[in-house]
T-cell receptor
Framework: AQKVTQAQTEISVVEKEDVTLDCVYE???????LFWYKQPPSGELVFLIR??????QNEISGRYSWNFQKSTSSFNFTITASQVVDSAVYFC????????????FGKGTMLLVSP | DAGITQSPRYKITETGRQVTLMCHQT?????MFWYRQDLGHGLRLIYY???????DKGEVPDGYVVSRSKTENFPLTLESATRSQTSVYFC????????????FGPGTRLTVL
């Protein structure tokens, strides 16, 4: 069975601070996908990134970066120079690479960025 | 270019009533999913579908029924609503390939009194 753990329930930072959201996963599959979704206060779920299990390159997109480490089964997400608009709940998710490829979500981390 | 829509966006009903939540996507995606979001649980999969007339149970299917007579629609029915089904319900869809991203609808907030 697959499992995603986001140990940080809530994080509060002041604007311009860097913040890292942790994600640890469990799976028996050798090939799988990892995702991050953002849920702002308006409620919709916004796709941020997908990583393949065979691609351990870190990725940077503007102020966002992702650190995928297969050895520790982690897929952490860092926001550099956080902004108030980054305030949201962030979900890490895992899917198998075959069949329905359903998503298994972590419980989410609420990030509050104050001015 | 609506993408994926859900209706109603908000619904209040009473215990024991039947409720149907609608989901419609315009991408002709093969796969569709229903999740519920509850505080402390994240999102949990209720049902999913690979194509018209092909559906399967997810993690929390009890009390729910789905159908998929057309590719673009995937309604979720609560046959006899209970208070424990008060939640936010998200529909999602994905293309045929496992590498395709799953996109979500705006959600339906359901309250069962």
């Amino acid at each position: 069975a697959q499992k995603v753990t986001q140990a940080q329930t809530e994080i509060s930072v002041v604007e311009k601070e860097d913040v890292t959201l942790d994600c640890v996963y469990e799976t028996r599959d050798t090939t799988y996908y990892l995702f991050w979704y953002k849920q702002p206060p308006s409620g919709e779920l916004v796709f941020l990134i997908r990583r393949n299990s065979f691609d351990e390159q870190n990725e940077i997109s503007g102020r966002y970066s992702w650190n995928f480490q297969k050895s520790t089964s982690s897929f952490n997400f860092t926001i550099t120079a956080s902004q108030v608009v980054d305030s949201a709940v962030y979900f890490c998710a895992l899917s198998e690479a075959v069949g329905y490829s359903t998503l298994t979500f972590g419980k989410g981390t609420m990030l509050l960025v104050s001015p | 270019d609506a993408g994926i829509t859900q209706s109603p966006r908000y619904k209040i009903t009473e215990t024991g009533r039947q409720v149907t939540l609608m989901c419609h996507q315009t991408w002709s995606h093969s796969y569709m999913f229903w999740y519920r979001q509850d505080l402390g649980h994240g999102l949990r999969l209720i049902y999913y579908s690979a194509a018209a007339d092909i559906t399967d149970k997810g993690e929390v299917p009890d009390g729910y029924v789905v159908s998929r007579s057309k590719t673009e629609n995937f309604p979720l029915t609560l046959e006899s609503a209970t208070r424990s089904q008060t939640s936010v319900y998200f529909c999602a869809s994905r293309g045929l390939q496992v590498t395709d991203t799953q996109y979500f609808g705006p959600g339906t907030r359901l309250t069962v009194l």
